[in-house]
């Protein structure tokens, strides 16, 4: 099945800098990879999402990034601010795997004023 | 109406009781999911109803079980509980079984004793 693996674990970054965090998928039939964001005691919230058929893609100050070829995605937060700070969660959509989501492990972000 | 709920939020429950979480859509979504959740882990699936019928089990133990009664219900059966079944129970929607967006409710936070 499909595993995806989410680096770094946590980060910790200033306000105003920006924060990339990656994720690698194993399977190349992977079509759909969304990020959904966590605030303590909370829903995982959709925030930015890419097809396969995309290579980028924008909303403001986020920005996800896919390279099909090296099978990983990451997504980029700019002029980041205090409330970015949740725990972050990518996954990947396969049709071999009953189109179900596969998560990757999350990142807790940290963004100190 | 844009959003999952979930009632109850919190339930604390013991091992002998048995009690049901419920999840409600308005969205038209034909496909509905129960996720389990640990502290610092990604969503773990569970479930998953697709036109009121269950599509997928995750090998879930029989001590939950789930209930579509229609398109916008979804009731999880809790009876027998261990302690480590103690968790965050997320609920989710999505157009159709494998659509690209899905959208998590608010969930309810299980403590058993």
């Known amino acids: 099945g499909e595993n995806v693996e989410q680096h770094p674990s946590t980060l910790s970054v200033q306000e105003g800098d920006s924060a990339v965090i990656k994720c690698t998928y194993s399977d190349s039939a992977s079509n759909y990879f969304p990020w959904y964001k966590q605030e303590l005691g909370k829903r995982p919230q959709l925030i930015i999402d890419?097809?396969?058929?995309?290579g980028e893609k924008k909303d403001q100050r986020i920005a996800v990034t896919l390279n099909k070829t090296a099978k990983h995605f990451s997504l980029h937060i700019t002029e980041t601010q205090p409330e970015d700070s949740a725990v972050y969660f990518c996954?990947?959509?396969?049709?071999?795997?009953?189109?179900?989501?596969?998560f990757g492990g999350g990142t807790r972000l940290m963004v100190k004023p | 109406d844009t959003e999952v709920t979930q009632t109850p939020k919190h339930l604390v429950m013991g091992m002998t009781n048995k009690k049901s979480l419920k999840c409600e859509q308005h969205?038209?979504?034909?496909?509905m999911y129960w996720y389990k959740q640990k502290a610092k882990k990604p969503p773990e699936l569970m479930f998953v109803?697709?036109?009121?019928?269950?599509?997928i089990n995750e090998s879930v133990p029989s001590r939950f079980s789930p209930e579509c009664p229609n398109s916008s219900l979804l009731n999880l059966h809790l009876h027998a509980l261990q302690p480590e079944d103690s968790a965050l129970y997320l609920c989710a929607s999505s157009q159709r079984q494998g659509s690209y967006e899905q959208y998590f409710g608010p969930g309810t936070r299980l403590t058993v004793t």
């Open positions: 109803y697709s036109y009121e019928k269950l599509s």
């Open positions: 969205m038209g979504h034909r496909a």
């Open positions: 890419i097809r396969s058929n995309v």
């Open positions: 996954a990947a959509k396969n049709n071999n795997a009953g189109n179900m989501l596969t």
